[in-house]
């Protein structure tokens, strides 16, 4: 007998007949002989609808009084989900965030969980019960009311699964699983049977949006078996554990991009200590997320560097940097948007020194030019112009055996069921 | 300074405008010197669209699921009302039942309160807040989340106002207050200043759906000060006291019936012992509510007894009725339906024994028969025939000096503001 944490997003539930399924789905699974715990959002349209309300009343409200108000729409779904398992002839009880023991810090609208006390959780399984929990909430130790912000329900069900010591968590979602890319891009992109935490978390951070990667990392950490797969067909989703099995000689597992891209280059620097920190720190503060980070070698004690941040903050991003000018003396900046980071990502790449290079000329190839480089133990990102996105990615998908039909992975446990 | 609760209903919270219109008016209460706690129901309909999603997805769903979904109404209210204070520059902090401290028995859908810990209710006062509480709700020892049944959200603010030991309750509702009786039949009927809780009592039994008689037997319980008034208007409401005073010489104070009461008689019913009891009992047993019972002395051993229950469970008694002939020997039943109810309430009658005798002097003038009667010490009711109900009210309202403009109530406290 197993235990299975089962997550289903908002849109798995978001009319009658999509929650009946979803209840079908959890008893099939209870049938097989398994203790089933349950994770569900927000039903479809529901938080938007809050919001909608929220605001004619208040544009900006209290972050408590949010958490207050988009709380209310996982209880629904749990209340509803429940009644649905028992007008099938099935048992469940629902749970909301502070029921099933989940206790956060107090950081309303994005709060952390600190600790998971699911007792009511087993007391409901023992009574043969499915216990259905509401995602993306939990409690403060002073009693008030939390939400996880955004993946915040991908993160209970991981957190929960660990803290219930599940044998799997299956994130119920509607594709079929984690694709080598996106299959709006390339036709042949094939669904993964297999993929390791650090290989989904990057696919995940690159904008593969079927988890999110706090959840990914939730789940590295406690090393908890994810299954991504689809509410809608029985199809075989993608198993995301450590040791995913990977093919000989397959050293890529997926291509990933994003699409909205800037450069920004401050040149002529004076190599001062500490100007890269305040920079940085000048751009954190104004909240400008930066990702790849370039400086070439020093020059007669001056430097340039360059750095990528979203297209829709490359403005502000220079205003921040010219605000420093008399911490950080340099000639000028330079920027340039409509770019996009295109990544190959894959355990394998470690210990095959040969596969950037590889990247390099597949890209060359097509006189597509690389305006910058950045890579991590697994993955190798270019930064190229927007136009030539989707000629690249289908050049790579090819050139690294993504869409050969013989390139089938070796299967994990979850082929065999 | 004072601590007054006030208490909004569903429709006087039911749109942005009358959402910001009660705004207003609990920040002018604070603005006048008091500590403000406010107690909510669910908005307009939010109510009815929950049940009619759950009805669709199991008609028959468990209680305790019922009650974590409709607990939702009430915390969305909170949470938006918190908002639209802190929009109109206050402060406010929102609490569910449970974090306000209501705890209940775990009777699913019509929990009774057993104890009010409102710990965090003072410490949010005590930091310049409005505390706005969710009616309706608690949390029972176990954890669970109740609601209060019917009348729900007034119990809820009485309850709250005993237990923080304010000096008011204050119950907001779309009439002005409570009348002398129904102004859609008398139309001289008028609001009354003051009224004592047993009279409350017996006009909230009798049909006057201002406030729920739970909420009622709580305030006369525990003392709690009530004041009915119109969320619409400024305009002073009824105080709800022990003390009531009451004009010289006027000894009704309003006037109460009830349109739909049928009557059931059974005769020559063989007097043994426990006869009473296997009847009522059986009634009972089966969810029907009895109100008055009458009967007539034993003669040669066989006794006739009468009863009235709502006209909608005449067939239902009947048949109960004649499924206990085997323990209860009787002749036959009969029955009448299209009756009403007609009663005056007023704490004087019990020092003044003509009242009863002109009530019935009254009817008569009118060629009304009475079919039955029944009496206590604050309110003498009489049965009489549908279609001369509003006749008999009226005339009643004049005979005991009720539509006198010359009897204006001597003034409470609520009267000087």
Known sequence: ?????????????????????????ILERQQEGND?????????????????????????PPTREMDMLMTVGEQISIALLSMTIHQLGGKAMSFTGWQAGMKTDEVHGKAKITDIEPSRIFKALEAGN????????????????????????????????????????????????????????????????????????????????????????????????????SSFTQNEGTSVKEDAVMEQGVVVRGIAFDKNVARISIMGVEDVPGVLANVFGALAKNGIDVDIIVQSGVQDGKADFSFTVSGDDREKAIEVI????????YRETTSESSLVKVSIVGAGMVSNPGVAAQMFSAISSLGVSIKMVSTSEIKCSCV???????????????????????QVFVGGPSERR
Chains 1, 2 share one sequence.
């Open 1 to 25: 007998m197993s235990l299975i944490v089962m997550k289903f997003g908002g849109s798995s539930v978001g009319t009658p007949e999509r929650m009946q399924r979803v209840a079908k789905r």
């Open 36 to 60: 089933i715990v349950v994770v569900v959002s927000a039903m479809g349209d529901t938080t938007d609808d809050l919001i909608d309300q929220s605001k004619g009343l208040n544009p900006n």
């Open 130 to 229: 499915v216990a259905v929990v509401a995602g993306f909430q939990g409690m403060s130790e002073e009693g008030e009311i939390t939400t996880l912000g955004r993946g915040g329900s991908d993160t209970t069900a991981v957190a929960l699964a660990a803290a219930v010591k599940a044998d799997v968590c299956e994130i119920y979602t509607d594709v079929d699983g984690v694709y080598s890319t996106d299959p709006r891009v390339v036709k042949n992109a094939r669904k993964l049977n297999e993929i390791s935490y650090d290989e989904m978390l990057e696919l995940a951070n690159l904008g593969a949006a079927v988890l999110h990667p706090r959840a990914v990392e939730y789940a590295k950490h406690y090393n908890v078996k994810l299954v991504v797969r």
């Open 322 to 329: 010219e605000g420093v000018r008399s911490l950080v003396p």
């Open 384 to 406: 190229i112009a927007a136009d030539q996105l989707n000629e690249v990615v289908r050049s790579l998908h090819t050139a690294y055996g993504l869409d050969t039909t013989e």
